[in-house]
């Protein structure tokens, strides 16, 4: 992400686009305060996480550009739910990096969240890749440390957070790519 990121920047740079290139610098520089400001253990509203990872896909729709839409189906009282900080980081990255870069015509990433009782289910799920299961993807990705290593280290922190109260899975998403499900408790600050 950083050297991608970085890359975009020197092409704006190189085609004169100045304005374009400072406020994409501005967006990585508040990305990177949230996220250096965080550790593995912390707790952030769902609101916070979301801003973070609105964060994150504006740097990358500079090199996108239409070719990548975010759909939010956020119930209103799950902003205000407790999660991992940067939980959701690594779900939306495996997918503009294995669906939304691979696809000659972008796709989109959703992100969905709602209670039930006492649980908070958030999903991430993209439109898929112009070619390829979802096996593949996901192989290839643990190859690469991506989606498999990504879910892994995911599990983990929900283990050491909330013990058996929580989970996270992978299925296939009707959007034609992954769906990635996490379940934690619904706790507010």
């Known amino acids: ?22 406020d994409m610098l501005l967006k990585l520089s508040t990305f990177l305060r949230f996220a250096l400001e965080r550790d593995d253990m912390s707790l952030t509203t769902l609101r916070e996480e979301l801003m973070a990872i609105e964060l994150y896909l504006d740097i990358e729709k500079v090199r996108f550009s239409d070719r990548l839409e975010l759909i939010l189906q956020i119930a209103p009282e799950a902003y205000r739910c407790n999660v991992p900080s940067l939980l959701l980081q690594p779900l939306v990255e495996n997918a503009v990096k294995y669906a939304i870069s691979k696809s000659e015509t ?58 058996s109260l929580a989970y996270c899975r992978s299925t296939t998403s009707p959007l034609g790519g992954m769906r990635i499900e996490v379940c934690i408790p619904a706790e507010e600050p």
Do not use: K, Y
Not at 141 to 160: D, K, V, W
């Open 1 to 22: 992400f950083l050297f991608n990121t970085l890359n975009s920047l020197s092409a704006l740079i190189t085609a004169r686009r100045g304005e374009d290139a400072n």
């Open 106 to 163: 972008g796709g989109v990433i959703q992100i969905a969240a709602s209670t039930n009782g006492s649980a908070l289910n958030i999903s991430v799920e993209d439109s898929g890749a112009d070619s390829g299961a979802m096996e593949d993807r996901e192989s290839s990705s643990s190859a690469a440390a991506g989606i498999g290593l990504g879910l892994q280290n995911i599990r983990e922190r929900l283990e050491t957070v909330f013990g």
